[in-house]
């Protein structure tokens, strides 16, 4: 009953999303655009399928018990105040159900996080309130997005691409649904991964930190392109001078407050 209820759940709210193809069986992910998604995809959709063969498991103990030992006379049934075996099972399988989470959470982080591969290129990342700065580093250009000029984010499919964080202002975090990866943004260190988009798209970002009034409006989009394209778009911002490396803080130029509501948010 309450499996079933629990899987109509999942596959209900799948169902409203634009992408439900097969969502239902990812439960709930979008689909995954880099090399690196099945990692945590697969994690995710084991721990599921993990849970439901626990919860199977204990449902099916409690309906057990409310049908074998329902109440069938007057008489008091024997009465006992514990039972070492039993005891020794309550503390041991929850230990062994967390232990196998862990291991696997530890391995498949492990493989997330590896940056033993050079990068075929690198983007410095800098969140700020509120919004994004892009710098491709290799290429010596970048783009400033604000809160009302929402910025696009260009890679080149299937390539790796290495993210560095900054932020000189509060924590934001770094997400891309659909790469199933975020990482957080804190000022005064770098945080970095790696990922291989292997799909040409458009795909939606956002900070998720909550980091400020204007947090929600700190939106980005990310286009997978073909190398052709992505060469062109640096072209485009090398010819609107949006060229060298930017510092962190961002000064001057970079207006981070929507028109009319000034004051920041610290
Ligand atoms: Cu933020």
Redesign the pocket.
């Known amino acids: 009953m309450a499996a079933s209820a629990a899987v109509g759940t999942v596959l209900a709210l799948s169902g409203c999303a634009a992408d439900a193809d097969n969502q239902g069986q990812r439960f709930g992910l979008p689909e995954g655009v880099t090399e690196e998604a099945p990692l945590i995809g697969d994690l995710w959709v084991g721990s599921w399928v993990a849970a439901f063969a626990v919860g199977v498991l204990v449902w099916g103990l409690i309906l057990w018990a409310v049908v074998a030992y329902r109440k069938r006379n007057d008489e008091l049934p024997k009465q006992t105040r514990f039972n070492i075996p039993i005891e020794f099972l309550y503390t041991v399988t929850p230990l062994i159900v967390i232990g196998v989470l862990f291991y696997f959470t530890v391995q498949h982080q492990d493989d997330i996080l590896d940056e033993s591969e050079d990068p075929d290129l690198t983007v410095h990342v800098i969140?700020q309130?509120?919004s994004w700065a892009f710098n491709y580093t290799d290429e010596d250009v970048y783009d400033i997005g604000t809160t009302t000029d929402i910025p696009t984010l260009y890679l080149p499919v299937n390539q790796t691409v290495r993210f560095e964080l900054d932020s000189p202002d509060?924590?934001?975090?770094f997400w891309v649904p659909q790469f199933y990866m975020k990482m957080d943004?804190i000022p005064g260190r770098t945080n970095s991964f790696q990922v291989t988009p292997n799909e040409e798209g458009t795909y939606a970002g956002k900070?998720a930190?909550?980091?400020?009034a204007y947090?929600a409006r700190?939106l980005f989009n990310v286009e997978v392109v073909s190398e052709q394209e992505y060469a062109a778009h640096m072209q485009e911002l090398r010819q609107e001078g949006q060229t060298g490396q930017i510092d962190v803080p961002l000064r001057g130029s970079y207006a981070n407050v929507p028109e009319g509501e000034g004051g920041s948010q610290e």
């Open positions: 969140g309130q509120w509060v924590i934001h975090s943004v900070c930190e909550l980091c400020g947090h700190m």
